[in-house]
């Protein structure tokens, strides 16, 4: 039996035991004094908290993703890195939310990656996918990552904006990534 407690435990201390190093990009740095923009439309971000949730993310993100994911692949991500899952709630009503992970990539160097994002229909144009994506970094940053990537589809011109103006670019482009046989691009964004 798999001991995922002591194992989380061992890569959080790693994580807080890396060298601190400098942010070399003026706009991450600033993240930490970032007032997100989706605060203005009466939006709060609050990072995941406990099962009741999930089913409003896993719906959210069945919407939007065009691939499909079970139970264990959001149970994987969200239990491993709670504080890496964030969700935009309007009153009580979850209509964003964002999962990602955070690996050790080379020896001492963190990789931080975005697996999903999705924010309700009704509910965008108000900064609320961005302001996730950017609370997401700032968190990676806080535990020394270095670089965070992601896949989307070559058709998503929406999320290929979006990351664009964070700062991402395009690393590479993989063939039929996807089941639906459409292409993707790798994103990346160095942080440091």
Not at 61 to 70: A, F, G, N
Not at 79 to 104: Q, R, T, Y
Not at 133 to 140: C, F, L, N, P, S
């Amino acid at each position: 039996m798999i001991d995922l407690e002591s194992d989380q435990s061992s890569q959080f201390e790693k994580i807080n035991s890396s060298i601190d190093f400098g942010i070399a990009n003026q706009n991450h740095r600033e993240l930490s004094a970032l007032r997100l923009e989706c605060e203005d439309h009466g939006v709060e971000l609050v990072e995941y908290q406990d099962e009741g949730t999930l089913a409003r993310i896993i719906e959210l993100i069945t919407k939007d993703l065009s691939e499909p994911y079970s139970i264990y692949t959001y149970r994987y991500f969200i239990h491993n890195w709670p504080f890496l899952c964030f969700m935009a709630k309007v009153d009580s009503d979850i209509v964003g939310a964002i999962v990602c992970k955070l690996d050790e990539h080379k020896k001492g160097s963190y990789r931080g990656y975005i697996a999903m994002l999705a924010v309700d229909k009704e509910h965008r144009r108000k900064k609320i996918g961005s302001s996730l994506v950017q609370k997401a970094i700032q968190t990676m940053i806080d535990h020394k990552c270095e670089e965070v990537v992601l896949e989307t589809e070559i058709t998503n011109e929406a999320a290929l904006n979006l990351y664009q103006q964070l700062g991402f670019v395009r690393d590479k482009r993989l063939l039929k990534y996807y089941l639906n046989g459409v292409d993707a691009f790798r994103l990346k964004l160095w942080l440091r």
